[in-house]
């Protein structure tokens, strides 16, 4: 299915979100069934999709493996390595069409065509990416990225509530 004809009510989704994610999240261990919940909602929504899930800075030059839904996923991830340690190094959303042309693609499952990983801020500072893979090329499209961002930014309240 081309890019744009996978409508969503985004509007909708975030609604849930927020109310799932409410700033309460004191702890580590709420922090993690916080961000479960959010994975688990977007992969309840977000249709073509065979990974969704959070990467967690642990240490200044590695990601480790948060909470997600789909396959077994690569952990921990170096600083700049793959799209997600491409996009906290960076500091910016990164959208693959199509893995294969990603100099660098780590693989964590063979079905995965395309991908988006969006870092989770507090200030200035990545504290997590969210990630999510496709099993279509080219699947993200502008308005997808745009909520993806939404979300990180509402995760975010997670880390430093407003």
Same mark, same amino acid.
């Given at each position: 299915?081309? *890019?744009?004809?996978?409508?969503?009510?985004?509007?909708?989704?975030?609604?849930?979100?927020?109310?799932?994610?409410?700033? *309460?999240a004191?702890?580590?261990?709420r922090?993690?069934?916080?961000?479960?919940? $959010?994975?688990?909602?977007?992969?309840?929504?977000?249709?073509?999709?065979?990974?969704?899930?959070f990467?967690?800075?642990?240490?200044?030059?590695?990601?480790?493996?948060?909470?997600?839904?789909?396959?077994?996923?690569c952990?921990p991830?170096?600083?700049?390595?793959?799209?997600?340690?491409?996009?906290?190094?960076? *500091?910016?959303?990164?959208?693959?069409?199509?893995?294969?042309?990603?100099?660098?693609?780590?693989v964590?499952?063979?079905?995965?065509?395309?991908?988006?990983?969006?870092?989770?801020?507090?200030?200035?500072?990545?504290? $997590?990416?969210?990630d999510?893979?496709?099993?279509?090329?080219?699947?993200?499209?502008?308005?997808?990225?745009?909520?993806?961002?939404?979300?990180?930014?509402?995760?975010?309240?997670?880390?430093?509530?407003?």
């Amino acid at each position: 299915m081309p *890019k744009g004809e996978i409508r969503l009510d985004y509007s909708g989704i975030l609604s849930q979100l927020d109310a799932l994610i409410a700033p *309460k999240a004191t702890t580590i261990t709420r922090r993690y069934g916080e961000l479960a919940n $959010a994975s688990a909602l977007l992969a309840l929504h977000l249709k073509q999709v065979n990974w969704v899930g959070f990467y967690i800075v642990d240490t200044e030059d590695q990601l480790v493996l948060g909470p997600f839904q789909g396959g077994p996923a690569c952990t921990p991830i170096d600083y700049g390595r793959g799209v997600c340690g491409t996009a906290w190094k960076e *500091k910016r959303t990164i959208v693959v069409p199509n893995v294969a042309d990603f100099v660098g693609h780590i693989v964590c499952d063979t079905q995965s065509q395309s991908e988006v990983v969006v870092p989770v801020f507090v200030e200035t500072e990545v504290v $997590a990416l969210l990630d999510v893979d496709s099993p279509v090329i080219d699947r993200f499209s502008p308005e997808d990225v745009a909520f993806l961002q939404a979300v990180a930014k509402m995760v975010s309240r997670l880390y430093f509530p407003s």
